[in-house]
């Protein structure tokens, strides 16, 4: 079982910047995938974006060349570096960690880009 805390959300001003960490429980494995993903009210949970363990990412179209996704395996925690930050980015943040067909998901992380 793996147990996932998210921190680092937040309420920030449009153009500025947060960072959203995402500890787990235990030591990451080499073959986990990790994520992030958000939703706003009243919309499904979509994708921002995705690392694997050979460092490779994916993004949102809507959150490129904006985010980036990062893990620290010494620290079992994987981050999300949010730039340029626009109303639309408002969401509620989970982080997950996919191992062996299994998902494991964080409580979430409500940010907020309001002025």
């Known amino acids: 079982q793996v147990q996932l805390v998210e921190s680092g959300g937040g309420l920030v001003q449009p153009g500025g910047s947060l960072r959203l960490a995402c500890a787990a429980s235990?030591?990451?494995?080499?073959?986990?995938?990790l994520g992030w993903f958000r939703q706003a009210p009243g919309k499904q949970r979509e994708l921002v974006a995705t690392i694997i363990r050979d460092g490779t990412t994916n993004y949102a179209d809507s959150v490129k060349g904006r985010f980036t996704i990062s893990r620290d395996n010494a620290k079992n925690t994987m981050y999300l570096q949010m730039n340029s930050l626009k109303p639309e980015d408002t969401a509620v943040y989970y982080c997950?960690?996919?191992?062996?067909?299994?998902?494991?998901w964080g409580q979430g992380t409500q940010v907020t880009v309001s002025s």
């Open positions: 997950k960690l996919q191992r062996f067909s299994r998902d494991y």
């Open positions: 235990g030591r990451f494995f080499s073959i986990d995938t």
